[in-house]
């Protein structure tokens, strides 16, 4: 399972994050995750809880916030949602040249750690 595999990623890596701050503890962390990543939120949330079981912090939860696909257009220079139709063309002038903005990525956007400060770490 793809998701899987990215759940395992993921808290290995939210692991190192916790060794470089020196906290033994994870209450909670939140993930953006894009549209167009390529990852099923539902197969994330999931695949997390097992991964997390046998982690350092087995109780942390874990907010998905999922992010819309927007597109940014070099013709115009606008930036717009990306409607139902996932045609990468520009609302406003009709151009195909555009770029996707927003809604690709999958990241850790904050965490909270035992001391109860957010670390934002992007
Ligand atoms: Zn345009």
């Given at each position: 399972m793809h998701e899987l595999a990215i759940a395992t990623a993921l808290v290995e890596q939210l692991e190192g994050i916790l060794k470089q701050e020196g906290s033994?503890?994870?209450l909670s962390f939140t993930l953006e995750l894009g549209e167009?990543?390529?990852?099923e939120k539902d197969a994330l949330e999931f695949a997390l809880p097992l991964v997390l079981e046998n982690?350092?912090?087995?109780g942390a939860k874990v907010i998905i916030n999922k992010i819309p696909v927007e597109i940014f257009c070099q013709h115009c220079r606008r930036s717009a949602p990306l409607d139902d139709?996932?045609?990468?063309?520009?609302?406003?002038?009709?151009?195909?040249?555009?770029?996707?903005?927003?809604?690709k990525d999958f990241i850790i956007k904050a965490l909270e750690i035992e001391d109860r400060e957010e670390a934002t770490c992007v």
């Amino acid at each position: 399972m793809h998701e899987l595999a990215i759940a395992t990623a993921l808290v290995e890596q939210l692991e190192g994050i916790l060794k470089q701050e020196g906290s033994p503890r994870l209450l909670s962390f939140t993930l953006e995750l894009g549209e167009w990543s390529g990852i099923e939120k539902d197969a994330l949330e999931f695949a997390l809880p097992l991964v997390l079981e046998n982690s350092s912090f087995p109780g942390a939860k874990v907010i998905i916030n999922k992010i819309p696909v927007e597109i940014f257009c070099q013709h115009c220079r606008r930036s717009a949602p990306l409607d139902d139709q996932y045609v990468l063309k520009c609302p406003f002038c009709g151009s195909e040249e555009v770029l996707l903005a927003k809604g690709k990525d999958f990241i850790i956007k904050a965490l909270e750690i035992e001391d109860r400060e957010e670390a934002t770490c992007v």
